[in-house]
C-alpha cells in the first residue's frame, strides 16, 4: 500500500514512522508512506499558506492553490484507484470497518489540515471524503493520519508477529475485546481467572467470547446498537449477566 499526507509539517509524520509496527512494515516493503508540503507550491517570498477567513473570525484558513496543487502532486505519485481523505472533525467517525475497507485500496492521499481549517473548495474539488477520529478537535489533522495509517499498516499480511492479532482484538467483529492476563497469578488480591489456566481450550474460548458480549454491553452498548447481537451472542450476554463478580472485578 502507497500512502502520500498531505502536511505543512513532513517531520511529525516520518518521525512516527520509525516504530512500532509502522516501521515494521515499511522495513518490510508492506507499506510506503511519503509526504507532500504545500509550502513547495507557493509562488511567494514567504510560501504563504494561509490567509483570513472571508467574513471574519479568529484564526487562518489553508489556501486553495498551493493546497490543491499539492494534492495534485500525491496523487501523481499513486496507483489508479487511490483515495483522497481529508482528516477533519466534520468528516464520517472512522470506525474499524471503514479501515478494512480502505486497506483493500492500493493508496490514498491523506490531507492534514492546519489552523481554522481548510478553504471549502478544496473539499469540493480535490477531496473524496472526510474523515474524523472522534467527536474532539486536535490541533491538526497529521495526528489522525497516523491514527488511520498505523490502523491500516495492522490489516497488512506479514505486519503483525502474529496474524491472529490484527482478528482477536477490539473491533474486529464489532465488539470490544476480551480481558487479558498474564504472570503473576495473583496481584494485589486479585486472581487470573481459573478457567485461563484450565488448559480447556473450548472452556477458554466461551469465557472469552462471554466477556467480549459483556463488555461490550457494559462499556460501549452502542455498539450492539448498531449490529445488533444474533441469538447466539445474546445467549453469551445473559449468561454474562447472570455470573457473580469474580476475584479480578469482571462477571
Request: aromatic share 4%.
Amino acid at each position: 500500500m502507497r500512502i502520500e499526507v498531505v502536511t505543512l509539517f513532513p517531520a511529525l509524520i516520518e518521525d512516527a514512522l520509525r516504530h512500532g509496527v509502522l516501521g515494521r512494515a515499511l522495513e518490510r516493503g508492506l507499506l510506503s508512506v511519503g509526504t507532500e508540503d504545500p509550502r513547495a507550491h507557493t509562488q511567494d517570498l514567504h510560501r504563504t499558506v494561509d490567509d483570513r477567513p472571508y467574513g471574519g473570525g479568529p484564526g487562518m484558513v489553508l489556501k486553495p492553490e498551493p493546497l490543491c496543487a499539492a494534492i495534485a502532486a500525491a496523487c501523481g505519485r499513486l496507483p489508479a484507484g487511490s483515495a483522497r481523505i481529508a482528516l477533519s472533525p466534520q468528516g464520517q467517525l472512522l470506525t474499524q470497518a471503514h479501515v478494512a475497507r480502505l486497506a483493500s485500496l492500493p493508496g490514498m492521499v491523506l490531507i492534514a489540515g492546519r489552523y481554522e481549517g481548510i478553504d471549502e473548495r478544496v473539499l469540493e474539488l480535490a477531496v473524496d471524503q472526510e474523515l474524523s477520529i472522534g467527536d474532539y478537535v486536535v490541533s491538526g489533522g497529521e495526528l489522525p493520519a497516523l491514527v488511520l495509517i498505523d490502523a491500516l499498516a495492522r490489516l497488512l499480511p506479514g505486519a503483525l508477529g502474529d496474524e491472529r492479532s490484527s482478528v482477536d482484538e477490539s473491533f474486529g467483529d464489532g465488539l470490544l475485546d476480551w480481558p487479558h492476563y498474564t504472570r503473576p497469578e495473583l496481584y494485589q488480591g486479585r486472581r487470573v481467572p481459573a478457567v485461563l489456566s484450565s488448559g480447556d481450550h473450548a472452556a477458554i474460548r466461551r469465557w472469552r467470547s462471554i466477556q467480549s458480549v459483556g463488555r461490550t454491553w457494559m462499556r460501549r452498548p452502542e455498539l450492539i446498537g448498531r449490529a445488533p447481537l444474533d441469538a447466539e451472542r445474546t445467549g453469551l450476554l445473559e449468561e454474562f449477566l447472570q455470573r457473580p463478580r469474580d476475584s479480578a472485578g469482571e462477571t
